[in-house]
């Protein structure tokens, strides 16, 4: 008689089985060519309760049980003003999936809100990521880990060109300026949104969303601050009809940018001009 699994191990097994080449090998592949984790690190996984940080979880996990560089884990969840159920929520998730999470509190919804009520999200964003840095840091830990995706990568790609005027990726390791000996690292960023989707939905799973006061009281105006990432989205979903790589493409060319071709660029915060060259 076959052995019945608990329920954190079905999940465990659906991803090194079921969504291997979606999953696991995207997440392996990433960890290996961006260098994300080295010896004798010790790494704040960084966890808001939503599907991408729940799944870095378990994924970051089943790394540690088999790889063989030493390293050591921390699951790190900060309360930013959660209400009861969003917190009940995040506490009965990892519970379910056997995350043994460390929480801490901040009041980040409140002074984000505070500071900036029409707009909070870029503040809230900002404000979290120093808490979880110095947090992280008191226990000693030397990276962070967050839970952005090829399709964060691919979006704000887009974004970039479209909102901001500018060819602008999104880095897999970042160094804290800010935090010295800190490193930011993005587990994911080789892993596409809706396999992610799949997955939850394959085990039956739910999650938190962004939990701060100012999305639950969104009413999908214009003035959306979501609405360019999701007209982007959108936009993505419909050259995916036409051109089913696209996304792919969007990828690849963050990592094959050709200088020479481009009238003018930035390095290191400084502007260059191909005239620069043109007459050597």
Same mark, same amino acid.
């Given at each position: 008689?076959?052995?019945?699994?608990?329920?954190?191990?079905?999940?465990?097994?659906?991803?090194?089985?079921?969504?291997?080449?979606?999953?696991?090998?995207?997440?392996?592949?990433?960890?290996?060519?961006?260098?994300?984790?080295?010896?004798n690190?010790?790494?704040?996984?960084?966890?808001?309760?939503?599907?991408?940080?729940?799944?870095?979880?378990?994924?970051?996990?089943?790394?540690?049980?088999?790889?063989?560089?030493?390293?050591?884990?921390?699951?790190?969840?900060?309360?930013p003003?959660?209400?009861?159920?969003?917190?009940?929520?995040?506490?009965?998730?990892?519970?379910?999936?056997?995350?043994?999470?460390?929480?801490?509190?901040?009041?980040?919804f409140?002074?984000?809100?505070?500071?900036?009520?029409?707009?909070?999200?870029?503040?809230? /964003? *900002?404000?979290?990521?120093?808490? !979880?840095? @110095?947090?992280? +840091?008191?226990?000693?830990? $030397?990276?962070?880990?967050?839970?952005?995706?090829?399709?964060?990568?691919?979006?704000?790609?887009?974004?970039g060109?479209?909102?901001?005027?500018?060819?602008?990726?999104?880095?897999?390791?970042?160094?804290?300026?800010?935090?010295?000996?800190?490193?930011?690292?993005?587990?994911?960023?080789?892993?596409?949104?809706?396999?992610?989707?799949?997955?939850?939905?394959?085990?039956?799973?739910?999650?938190?969303?962004?939990?701060?006061?100012?999305?639950?009281?969104?009413?999908?105006?214009?003035?959306?601050?979501?609405? /360019? *990432?999701?007209?982007?989205?959108? !936009?993505? @979903?419909?050259? +995916?009809?036409?051109?089913? $790589?696209?996304?792919?493409?969007?990828?690849q060319?963050?990592?094959?940018?050709?200088?020479?071709?481009?009238?003018?660029?930035?390095?290191?915060?400084?502007?260059?001009?191909?005239?620069?060259?043109?007459?050597?």
């Open positions: 008689m076959p052995k019945v699994l608990e329920k954190h191990q079905q999940i465990e097994r659906s991803i090194i089985t079921t969504y291997r080449k979606t999953l696991w090998s995207p997440f392996v592949l990433a960890v290996k060519k961006y260098r994300l984790i080295e010896k690190d010790k790494i704040a996984v960084c966890i808001s309760g939503g599907k991408d940080s729940m799944l870095l979880a378990k994924l970051m996990q089943e790394l540690h049980r088999h790889s063989e560089i030493p390293f050591e884990l921390v699951f790190l969840v900060m309360d003003g959660y209400n009861e159920a969003n917190r009940k929520k995040i506490e009965e998730n990892a519970a379910l999936m056997r995350v043994p999470i460390t929480v801490f509190e901040s009041d980040v409140a002074a984000a809100d505070a500071a900036c009520a029409e707009a909070p999200c870029y503040l809230c /964003a *900002r404000m979290r990521r120093g808490h !979880l840095y @110095a947090k992280a +840091k008191e226990l000693g830990c $030397n990276k962070i880990a967050l839970g952005h995706h090829k399709s964060d990568v691919i979006e704000t790609t887009v974004m060109m479209l909102y901001g005027g500018q060819i602008q990726g999104m880095l897999p390791r970042i160094k804290s300026t800010n935090f010295e000996g800190m490193e930011l690292i993005r587990p994911l960023y080789c892993i596409l949104e809706n396999d992610i989707l799949r997955w939850k939905e394959y085990n039956g799973l739910d999650f938190i969303a962004c939990a701060c006061k100012f999305t639950q009281n969104l009413t999908g105006s214009d003035e959306d601050t979501f609405s /360019a *990432r999701r007209k982007v989205k959108e !936009l993505i @979903a419909e050259l +995916k009809k036409e051109n089913p $790589n696209v996304e792919n493409n969007i990828f060319s963050i990592h094959n940018v050709q200088l020479d071709t481009l009238a003018e660029y930035k390095k290191d915060g400084e502007k260059h001009s191909f005239l620069e060259k043109f007459d050597d």
